[in-house]
């Protein structure tokens, strides 16, 4: 009797063990497919900027042909434009705090 119930024993261990073996291939499986639909989106993501980059550019050439004339694209890049110069306020802005800063240490050394 105690020969079966270890028999028993090993075998749903077994059974256990080929049950988890499958599940974690699978979890592996699933895993690799999420990295590679990230990667995807993330490479698509990357082709969409640059895309957006060439035809800013083409329009700051005057080159951009009828596509500039579309109404979502004008706004897209009205909206672009406005962003940079808030980008450059910003930026002045940083540089007389840092000029302020650098004025400031320098009164109160001896």
Do not use: C, F, H, N
Not at 82 to 100: C, M, P, S, T
Request: aromatic share 2%; proline share 1%.
């Amino acid at each position: 009797m105690d020969g079966t119930l270890w028999a028993k024993i090993k075998e749903r261990v077994l059974k256990g063990a080929a049950v988890v073996t499958e599940r974690a291939g699978e979890l592996s499986r699933i895993g690799k497919v999420r990295l590679d639909i990230a990667r995807i989106k993330r490479d698509r993501g990357i082709a969409l900027e640059k895309l957006g980059e060439r035809i800013y550019a083409l329009d700051q050439e005057g080159a951009l042909g009828e596509l500039g004339e579309r109404e979502e694209v004008r706004k897209l890049i009205e909206q672009v434009k406005a962003l940079e110069g808030e980008l450059k306020l910003k930026e002045a802005e940083l540089e007389v705090l840092r000029e302020g800063k650098e004025t400031s240490e320098g009164a109160g050394a001896p």
